[in-house]
Nanobody, 117 residues
Framework: QVQLVESGGGLVQAGGSLRLSCVAS????????MGWYRQAPGKQRELVAT???????NYADSVKGRFTISRDNAKNTVYLQMNSLKPEDTAVYYC???????????WGQGTQVTVSS
């Protein structure tokens, strides 16, 4: 099973930036769809962004133009660059790795992002 380790979370003021990283174990990283999801207190986990094996990206409307997802297959790492952060971006951010044909996949332990107003 793939192990995912996230890092880069923290406390930032509104308007600030953070970059999250997620390192995956295993040798099949390059074929996986990698994604970032988030869960705020009292809310369901929601999609933030995904990046496919070929580099195609998908974003939630709420983060378009502010967040950028990218991947480095040589380092088995996926990134989430978050700019112009808002208090409503406060959540635990989770990394996900799945095969293109699978709806589920593996999850990391999560990293807390807190944006103060």
């Amino acid at each position: 099973q793939v192990q995912l380790v996230e890092s880069g979370g923290g406390l930032v003021q509104a308007g600030g930036s953070l970059r999250l990283s997620c390192v995956a174990s295993g040798s099949t990283f390059s074929i996986k769809v990698m994604g970032w999801y988030r869960q705020a207190p009292g809310k369901q986990r929601e999609l933030v962004a995904t990046v496919g094996s070929g580099g195609s990206t998908n974003y939630a409307d709420s983060v378009k133009g502010r967040f950028t997802i990218s991947r480095d297959n040589a380092k088995n790492t996926v990134y989430l660059q978050m700019n112009s952060l808002k208090p409503e971006d406060t959540a635990v951010y989770y990394c996900n790795s799945r095969l293109p044909t699978s709806p589920k996949g593996s999850w990391g332990q999560g990293t807390q992002v807190t944006v103060s107003s």
